[in-house]
């Protein structure tokens, strides 16, 4: 306890010193290394080389942690950006693989197949994520159980750039931004097509155009992604079924079903300062291990469904040339469908010839607006106010059972429940949500940038928030920046957490209130024209925990986690460059007095990027997840630490400017990778195991990979 209270105090110490340090230099703006514009007179190649290198270390920009454009390290908080250049450059094929190697962040997968984003050792719940998630700017989370299945198949052939906030980012992005905040950003100005083909039937393909008008006043995007793979033969162990005395009729061990297909389309136009965007996402897979965790016999058809529609029009007017004011309407159609789902199998406790089979389905509508006044007039502010209102409800719901939602008695046909007595959630109920925030940008002295926020929301079912933060950079020369923060966040419970009913083992609770979460960190920054370093301190204290236990969600009480994150990049000589990043956490839930269960305790990621040639780059990716440690009443091992090493080749404008051709193969040496599958309960309440071996991933697995940008 002595390490978390020096960080605090280190941490407000700093937040004051810099308020307190203010000088009489009179200081517009924000000290920036932008040299693109400088009138530099490079004298040879290597000057060049060396001067770009100065650039993509330095002129990183982003608005995911102010709303204002700023470096990338300057800005509060924690912000990791990989450009598409990075992505591919490591040999990183999707979403999933590029946070996968963010320092602090581990990714897991639930029964169902759905990736989960554990973010310095928190992980999610049965029902709800704890990350804000944003395409283009605009969230595209869900109330109904809000995972992040939407983007982790995204091929970053169809990405611009991913940015990612570690730590609570609820001051400034609201709702969910619980742990982290991650923006996707798609493809823009530019024309491009790809073809991708892999291990285990496994295909994808895209194109994306874009077209300006000659006065650059309209513009216009559109892209098509699709994505298709038979998965990988997994065999299981046991199932729940042994657990509960029916192993006879059980179909494990047994082969998963592993299917997936991913398919996404964009358009957006924008007039002058006018633009709308539409995007269709549909997210679809296998039975994988089943939602009530009875092995499913492979129907050869994906079962798990999740559909989204997002809109969104912006207006930008410039009011006067210090006021500024950015105006929003959105529109949001997310449905979710578990179809022809084999619940337990025939035979299952002598009452279900059939077995228990159920299709459920679920839509939620949601309409946004809101606006942001940013006033750049005072003499060292900034001031950001904005104002959003939303308005949630679950449209459409209903079910398609062999069995009675009630009694669970066996019928002898599936039949159609659609009414409010057996619905799994109450259809029409609404959720509506009024946000405010003010944000204050100081420029304390040339050096010191302080940044306040105080954020007020408001649920019309969950109550009410108030979520401060408090930061300060300071750039202490060109080489060296420090950076203190203290950041609250909240997660609402979603619509299943809260009104879940007449679902076998699961049942919501009206009563819980949002989790929180308060974070202190504090980090060192070191660069130059060839190495980039960074050490962060953070102490995190989360209280109102949703958890599910006994089959019903419920606050469960508090926790801390502390933890250290070390990242270092650096050149081995002039053709190879080595990206590293280390994470180590300490956690303890207050009610029990043990690790928080199902992370990692120990996070390693090192590439090695080496360039014999211009346009030739091999990169070797190697990932290490320590063991994850086990609730505290399961009695197995702790979960076995992995290790993947990936390998990649790339050739870039082989005999045409634009062409791009990439292979790899993915965990080169075939190492076993298992994710932790939690304990439950057979009808007497006796704890036992789900899969009592976990869930086994994919062994070995080879990508092709060819693009054209023109």
């Avoid at 306040?452 to 109550?463: E, H, I, K, M, P």
């Avoid at 050490?535 to 989360?542: A, D, F, N």
Wanted: hydrophobic share 35%.
């Amino acid at each position: 306890m002595k390490k978390f209270k020096i960080l605090k105090l280190l941490t407000i110490l700093i937040v004051i010193i810099t308020i307190q340090t203010r000088t009489n230099i009179v200081y517009s703006g924000y000290y920036d290394f932008n040299l693109e514009n400088n009138d530099i007179d490079l004298q040879s190649q290597e000057d060049k080389n060396d001067f770009d290198k100065l650039l993509m270390i330095l002129n990183k920009y982003t608005n995911i942690a102010t709303k204002t454009k700023m470096n990338s390290e300057f800005v509060p908080g924690i912000v990791t950006i990989f450009s598409r250049q990075e992505m591919e450059s490591r040999g990183l094929v999707t979403v999933k693989d590029v946070l996968a190697v963010v320092p602090g962040i581990e990714i897991s997968m639930d029964a169902v197949g759905y990736r989960q984003i554990i973010v310095r050792g928190i992980s999610e719940s049965l029902a709800s994520g704890n990350t804000k998630i944003m395409i283009n700017n605009i969230s595209v989370n869900d109330n109904i159980s809000n995972n992040a299945e939407i983007i982790m198949d995204m091929p970053v052939e169809n990405l611009e750039r991913i940015e990612i906030i570690r730590g609570p980012g609820s001051a400034l992005h609201g709702e969910f931004a619980y742990t982290s905040v991650i923006n996707i950003i798609t493809i823009n100005q530019e024309n491009n097509f790809f073809i991708n083909a892999g291990s285990n039937n496994s295909y994808s393909g895209g194109c994306h155009f874009f077209w300006k008008s000659p006065d650059e006043d309209f513009r216009l995007n559109m892209g098509l992604v699709g994505f298709k793979t038979d998965g990988a033969n997994i065999k299981t162990g046991q199932d729940i079924l042994y657990g509960m005395g029916f192993g006879d009729i059980s179909y494990a061990p047994g082969l998963t079903n592993e299917k997936r297909n991913y398919s996404s389309g964009i358009m957006s136009f924008a007039y002058k300062n006018v633009s709308f965007i539409v995007h269709y996402i549909s997210a679809n897979m296998g039975s994988h291990f089943n939602s009530s965790y009875a092995l499913m016999p492979d129907t050869g058809k994906t079962v798990f469904h999740k559909n989204a529609i997002i809109t969104e029009s912006k207006q930008d007017f410039d009011i006067t040339p210090q006021l500024h004011l950015i105006t929003k309407q959105g529109w949001m159609n997310v449905s979710y469908k578990d179809k022809n789902v084999l619940l337990y199998p025939p035979g299952f406790a002598g009452y279900y010839p059939d077995g228990m089979q159920a299709t459920y389905f679920t839509r939620e509508k949601r309409f946004n607006l809101g606006f942001d006044f940013s006033y750049s007039g005072l003499k060292y502010h900034k001031i950001l106010f904005g104002y959003s209102f939303s308005d949630i409800e679950l449209s459409n719901v209903y079910g398609e059972l062999n069995f009675n939602p009630l009694t669970f008695e066996p019928l002898p046909y599936v039949r159609c429940f659609n009414d409010e007595k057996y619905d799994a959630l109450p259809v029409g109920q609404k959720r509506r949500l009024q946000s405010a925030i003010i944000q204050d940008e100081y420029n304390a002295t040339k050096k010191i940038t302080c940044t306040s926020d105080l954020r007020f929301d408001s649920y019309s079912d969950a109550g009410s928030t108030f979520t401060p933060r408090f930061a300060a950079v300071y750039r202490i020369n060109s080489n060296h920046i420090i950076k203190s923060q203290y950041a609250s966040a909240f997660r609402p419970p979603s619509f299943m957490e809260m009104y879940l009913k007449n679902t076998p083992g699961l049942e919501g609770n009206s009563d819980i209130k949002p989790s929180t979460i308060d974070t202190y960190e504090l980090c060192y920054i070191y660069k130059n024209i060839n190495i980039l370093g960074k050490v962060t301190l953070y102490h995190s204290e989360l209280d109102k925990i949703i958890v599910n236990e006994n089959g019903k969600y419920f606050n469960s009480g508090e926790a801390n986690v502390f933890g250290t994150e070390i990242e270092f990049n650096h050149p081995l000589g002039k053709m190879c460059m080595l990206n590293t990043n280390f994470s180590i956490l300490r956690s303890e839930d207050k009610k029990t007095n043990e690790t928080i269960p199902g992370a990692a305790n120990f996070l390693a990621n090192a590439a090695l990027i080496f360039n014999p040639k211009r346009n030739i780059s091999f990169s070797i990716l190697y990932r290490h997840t320590g063991k994850r440690t086990r609730a505290w009443n399961d009695i197995r091992e702790d979960l076995s630490a992995f290790n993947i090493v990936d390998f990649s080749v790339g050739i870039y404008n082989l005999g045409l400017k634009g062409l791009k051709i990439r292979a790899g193969i993915n965990n080169l040496l075939d190492n076993d990778v298992r994710f932790p599958a939690p304990l439950s309960q057979d009808q007497m309440g006796n704890i036992i195991f789900t899969y009592p071996d976990d869930f086994p991933r994919p062994g070995r697995e080879f990508w092709f990979k060819t693009s054209y940008t023109f």
